[in-house]
């Protein structure tokens, strides 16, 4: 196929990464010129009107991490990759000074990246591939307006009818003249306002950023270690780098996709062993898959207070009720000690996270979306459809047709029974 001579601009936002890549491979494929482009604005930094940061320091690091990753890997295709800090609005000088005629993107369809997209210049042709799927949105066997309300009934319709995609392959080097000269360096940490941490030494995840640390992790889980073989007996821990995969901060800035970890499974089974914590893993890829497709149908309703229910619940805007549940200064141990692991570390277990938003919600109250909010900030695994999705169902405003309350003390008393855990956390802690 003959390849364009105009230029090519891949914007990179949840897909950091060069392989199972269609907006890359597709650009380098139709053109003779691709460049990579990356916004890290300085907004994204900016306080929340609750008090807090918009963007932890955990995020932002996991996030450079991730850049820095993704430009190394670019180099060896000879593709630059243009940093930048300032806002969106300077996408048509960036397409103008480099005669852009097409731009190659991930699709994405919530509110802040449609808004983010409408800085794109009329001039240029969009290109927006599904890539964040473990299941092509072409594939499943039902309408995206019809699609089940309840995960259970999505998944079995799926498993039976869909195959998964390969992954895309990586695309081909370019011709060194490609790259261009004095491209801006990455941001650093301070230059973002943040001051340096010391890693945390109890941290459940102390991995960096990017596809190739993602890939480390995936080797050292699959291959090495074969804790594969015990995910599902393990997953509802809460102390250690090794009760889950811990594979969902690179899933969610797209450093590694949902198709790798799938046919990795799939490569494993074969080679090692099948059994039901392999699957699990698997069937915890179609909950993440759910969520983006019942975002997909909601659109906006998956950030209104009576969720996709639409349920009128009264809701408390108590702000020292909430710092309480922030600081981790509430009067139950379990879920303070979650909160203050999240505060330290930018990360929380699976069980936490369902135990402290169900508390905030259920028991305390308070405005499901604050605690979603908060979560945004603080989570190095934020996930715009996971994290919204997850609060509505443990709020009662979304699939979950039980709409339970969670005991707290009983699920302390199931998952630390020692008190471990919460020793960890809450030791130089005074109630």
Known sequence: MQKSKETALVWFRNNL??????????AVNNHQKVIGYVSVPTSMFDLHPLGFIKTSYFRAKFLLESIKDLRAELQKLNISLLISTNELSELTDVCDKYTVSDVYLQHEWTRDEKEQ??????????HRYYDQFLFHPDDIPMSIESLPEIFTVFRKACEKHVEIRPCTPIPSTMLSENLLENTQGLPSLSSLGFKNHEPNPNTAFPFQGGASAANERLDDYFWKSKRLSYYKKTRNGLLGTDYSSKFSPWLANGSLSAKEIYWSVKEYERKIEKNQSTYWLIFELIWRDYFK???????????????IKEKLYSWSTNKSDFISWIE?????????ANMIELKKTGFMSNRGRQNVASFLSKQMKIDWRWGAQYFESMLIDYDVHSNYGNWMYNAGVGNDPRDRVFNIRLQAERYDPNSKYQNLWLQNTLF
Request: zero cysteines; aromatic letters at 10%; charged letters at 20%.
């Open 328 to 336: 981790g200064t509430t009067h139950e141990p379990f879920v303070n």
């Open 293 to 307: 497709f019942l975002s997909l149908k909601h659109r906006n309703r998956f950030f209104l207070i009576g969720g």
């Open 117 to 126: 997209e409408e800085h794109l210049p009329k001039s240029v042709t969009i």
């Open 17 to 26: 990464r060069i392989t199972d890549n269609t907006a890359l491979t597709t």
